[in-house]
T-cell receptor, first 111, second 113 residues
Framework: RKEVEQDPGPFNVPEGATVAFNCTYS??????FFWYRQDCRKEPKLLMS???SGNEDGRFTAQLNRASQYISLLIRDSKLSDSATYLC????????????FGSGTKLNVKP | DAGVTQSPTHLIKTRGQHVTLRCSPI?????VSWYQQVLGQGPQFIFQ???????GRGNFPDRFSARQFPNYSSELNVNALLLGDSALYLC????????????FGSGTRLTVV
């Protein structure tokens, strides 16, 4: 089983839509969780950390469910500029130095 | 402030050759990690270094090695290159536990022919 699994993409949505990405992780001892965004042929960039209580940053909301080992990212009012691949990232539990990336979910926002 | 800098940006090597990739972390970051990203997949962890010591290693063969220097910069070395080593190699710097996430460099795109 992969350490981090994400919804397969691509997600094709119109501008203004709300879209949700899901991610599951296998190590119950994982402590740090993040969402990264990666544009085509560019490096991943940190979008937001994910906290147990859930957190919001503008149009983006991240949630963590430790019991189900599940992370989500919600994007409201999608913009064309949101088109990218979204990567779920989880640290390796007791090996906190090792971070595992999901394979990413591609989002295409269309006019 | 400069971000994470990597060199070279692109590289073409032939099978069996050796390659050295370089990384300079963000000022103040003492931890450097290396990742390999093959097209269509997420980055795969190779190594993490902190205070010049290896703190984590991924599932890569011994042909892959790395080191960190006193100024916290780092090198990734790959020996006996295979076609399958063709990938984007990403360096990331962070605070020691990575609690605040990584900042990645723009990567070195390695093509092995």
């Amino acid at each position: 089983r992969k350490e981090v699994e994400q919804d397969p993409g691509p997600f094709n949505v119109p501008e203004g839509a709300t879209v949700a990405f899901n991610c599951t992780y296998s190590n119950s001892a994982s402590q740090s969780f993040f969402w990264y965004r990666q544009d085509c042929r560019k490096e991943p960039k940190l979008l937001m950390s994910v906290y147990s209580s859930g957190n919001e940053d503008g149009r983006f909301t991240a949630q963590l469910n430790r019991a189900s080992q599940y992370i989500s990212l919600l994007i409201r009012d999608s913009k064309l500029s949101d088109s990218a691949t979204y990567l779920c990232v989880v640290n390796g539990g007791s090996n906190f130095n090792k971070f595992y990336f999901g394979s990413g979910t591609k989002l295409n926002v269309k006019p | 402030d400069a971000g994470v800098t990597q060199s070279p940006t692109h590289l073409i090597k032939t099978r069996g050759q050796h390659v050295t990739l370089r990384c300079s972390p963000i000022s103040g970051h003492k931890s450097v990690s290396w990742y390999q990203q093959v097209l269509g997949q997420g980055p795969q962890f190779i190594f993490q270094y902190y205070e010049k010591e290896e703190r984590g290693r991924g599932n890569f063969p011994d042909r892959f090695s790395a080191r960190q220097f006193p100024n916290y910069s780092s090198e990734l070395n790959v020996n006996a290159l295979l076609l399958g080593d063709s990938a984007l190699y990403l360096c990331a710097s962070s605070f020691p536990r990575g609690n605040y996430g990584y900042t990645f460099g723009s990567g070195t795109r390695l093509t092995v022919v």
